[in-house]
């Protein structure tokens, strides 16, 4: 059984950073691609940022290129996304999710996604 555990969400103020964890178990981590996902409130889920299999590729959404980072450690199971210079219209639920292949086209379709984590808040006070 696969799971998906997010962590490190929080209040944060503009331009202030956090850092997500996504812990994974239940399947061979290293194989498969990971995304972070975010859901505002009113909104469509959204994807945020991907990374492939082995780190090499990644995808990143306009919105947050240049300001949010995603990494994996395989050793830990985990994957990252270190969020800098934040801004208020980054107040959503982040989501973690695992492909079921290394890499692939459309990353940042939510549809290519087929484990899900529960999700942690980021909520940035201007």
């Known amino acids: 059984q696969v799971q998906l555990v997010e962590s490190g969400g929080g209040l944060v103020q503009a331009g202030g950073s956090l850092r997500l964890s996504c812990a994974a178990s239940?399947?061979?981590?290293?194989?498969?691609?990971m995304g972070w996902f975010r859901q505002a409130p009113g909104k469509e889920r959204a994807a945020v940022a991907a990374?492939?299999?082995?780190?090499?590729?990644?995808y990143y959404a306009a919105s947050v290129k240049g300001r949010f980072t995603i990494s994996r450690d395989n050793a830990k199971n985990t994957v990252y996304l270190q969020m800098n210079s934040l801004k208020p219209e980054d107040t959503a639920v982040y989501y973690c999710?695992?492909?079921?292949?290394?890499?692939?086209?459309?990353?940042?379709?939510?549809?290519?996604?087929?484990?899900w984590g529960r999700g942690t808040q980021v909520t940035v006070s201007s």
């Open positions: 999710a695992t492909r079921s292949t290394g890499w692939g086209p459309r990353p940042f379709m939510p549809t290519e996604y087929d484990y």
């Open positions: 990374i492939s299999s082995g780190g090499f590729s990644t």
């Open positions: 239940g399947r061979t981590f290293s194989s498969y691609a």
